[in-house]
């Protein structure tokens, strides 16, 4: 018996090292590139293909502590933010990450964030642009009550932290693109 313990042991230990290596021995630049398109969850974003420009991108981002905790006494649990976004665009890349770096900080719960990948022509086969009427992305939908308040379209007027608050406090704020 203690035979096929250590035996079962060494090969479990193997199996889950084998593993680990496969991810870290993958050349990046070996794999098709492929969009993540529809619904997908933020853990997509680790993969290999995506995580070279999400990892640096959160990394670097800085949040600002003083007006994220202002927005703290604005979070409730009936508040939802419908993130659309291209793999493909370069301010997707930026501003995702950024954003979720903001959102862990704000310890928002994975369940209110939704991601919806579009292609290039800024679809989906849910026809998800038109439902949410995208004109660039990334677009930060927020809904309070499932109603939408508010989005950030494209690019922060002043910063994630400066604009969310303007959005969820009511004081007025107008996103890049408001009246087009």
């Known amino acids: 018996m203690k035979k096929f313990i250590i035996f079962f042991t060494i090969i479990f230990f193997s199996c889950d090292n084998m593993k680990k290596n496969k991810q870290t021995d993958i050349d990046p630049n070996e794999l098709e590139y492929v969009d993540l398109i529809g619904e997908f969850s933020r853990k997509d974003l680790s993969h290999i293909l995506y995580s070279s420009w999400f990892d640096k991108n959160y990394e670097s981002y800085i949040v600002d502590e003083e007006s994220a905790d202002k927005i703290k006494e604005y979070i409730t649990r009936d508040l939802k933010i419908k993130v659309i976004m291209g793999t493909w665009c370069s301010d997707s890349r930026e501003n995702v990450p950024s954003f979720f770096k903001l959102m862990d900080y704000l310890n928002i719960k994975k369940r209110n964030i939704d991601l919806i990948g579009l292609d290039l022509n800024k679809e989906n086969p849910n026809g998800d642009e038109k439902t949410y009427e995208i004109i660039n ?34 004081s007025g704020y107008e996103n890049a693109y408001y009246g087009f």
Not at 142 to 167: A, G, H, P, Q, W
């Open 137 to 170: 992305v990334p677009t930060f939908i927020f809904y309070k009550k499932n109603i939408e308040i508010n989005r950030i379209v494209e690019i922060t007027l002043e910063s994630f932290e400066k604009d969310i608050l303007k959005i969820l406090d009511g």
